[in-house]
């Protein structure tokens, strides 16, 4: 179960939901950003926003809002759409557009829109008209149509536009360095997809450009500056389980990058600057993977890939624990939410990866100890037992120890405890990686909790951050 004081760590579908997508924005106004993570349901159980920050050494559920019995997360974004200088949180349900701020104690809904049609899984937020307000574009799953809500002295306004073909996505950005955000589309096509970009007039968007783009799933449009050149190219998925990066110049789209091929479908993207270099990377993920693109010298080379288990569908980035660098976060089909960082050495020859990992176990109370009413405490120890280096990938394996005091199913309800011990392996991509290569790995238990299942059995859930640096043989570890 989740709390707003303590953070349980509960992700799996039953508990956070099936399509979990995240964002990451100051919804606060104290300089540091959180994770807002929405849940989808399909055809059951009610829908909740979770609101996550960094507390000094873990994450803390700060907030849960309630979506509706009905209503799945389809899409969530931040902005400050009402120019108060404080991120809101907006959500794309069913039908519906959600607007909620953060307040002191709690969080209320500021507007909501009943009037849509369909599963709003395209959503944008950003100031397109240059007000200082960013406003709110969202389409439906097979619309033609994009909805675009504009905040302006107190009260809240809608315009509407028509494509003549079905929206695959939306983003914002600006395309062509004129200083304003342009409004991006990606639509079917008869023979492919077709890509607009408008810009915002009074009078409703105005096309600027659009031009024929291979087919696209549309699951993937983002904008960003890629190359340095201070103005944001256009990142979006094709078919055979690839990624183009276009630019728009010559009244015209042109491609500047074509990924390889890629372990699977691609699911979400970004471009932001991940290792506080000053230059963005692409970040691409798949349902299996995420991997980290960065523009030299004319040329896109891949530095990092990172396998993540339960199917990635979303990914943002932000400075979570205020320390200047961004971290990747990770939302998946099932219900988890990964945290990742990654950062150079000094020398800069390989990538230290850190990832989040949740544990889960199971065991039964050894015989002669008695019934369990209630669990005290969790102890927990983290043993590293292998480390095997191969080409692109490190083999870490481990074992927990973990040490249960309980409260015994008895009169005089006496403290008694037991240990159990599990094992896990976990693979970890490296891009560069060569056997010979020498690995440091470090854990940190971040958290741990028990609950009690019956009174003979109980599972344990234990966080722990696995840091793995690769450095040549006569390098020490930092």
Known sequence: MQSNKHYKIEWHCKDLGYGLKVAVGDINGDGREEIIAGTTYPGYGPTYIYVM?????TFTTAHKLFLGST????????GDVDGDGIDEIVVGGNGKVFVFKIIKNGYKKIYLDESLRGKLDSLAVGDIDGDGRAEILAAASNSSRLTIIDYEKGTYRKILQRFDFQILNVAVGDTDGDGRQDVVV?????????????QFTEYGLRSKYSEQVPRSPGRLLETGDADGDGVDEILFDVYNNRVYLVTIYGNAVHKKWISPVLDDIPTAGIIADIDNDGVNEIVVSTLESTYIYSWRNGNVLMEWKQDLPNGIISIDTGDLNDNGINEIVVGTDYGYVYVLEARRTKRGEIWIGKVQTIFKERATLPEGKPDILKVVDTQVKVRLTDTVVLKDKVIVEGEVEARI??????????VHFFHHTFSFLQFVKLYGVQPGMEACVYFDVEYTDTDVIDKRSIETTVLIKTVVQLITPWWYCE
Request: proline share 6%; net charge positive; aromatic share 14%.
């Open 53 to 57: 920050r960094w507390t000094g050494r």
């Open 71 to 78: 209503q799945d997360a389809n899409s969530v974004a931040v």
């Open 186 to 198: 990606l639509t079917k096509y008869t023979r492919g997809s077709y890509l607009f970009v408008m």
């Open 405 to 414: 005091l309980y409260a015994a199913d008895l009169p005089a309800q006496p």
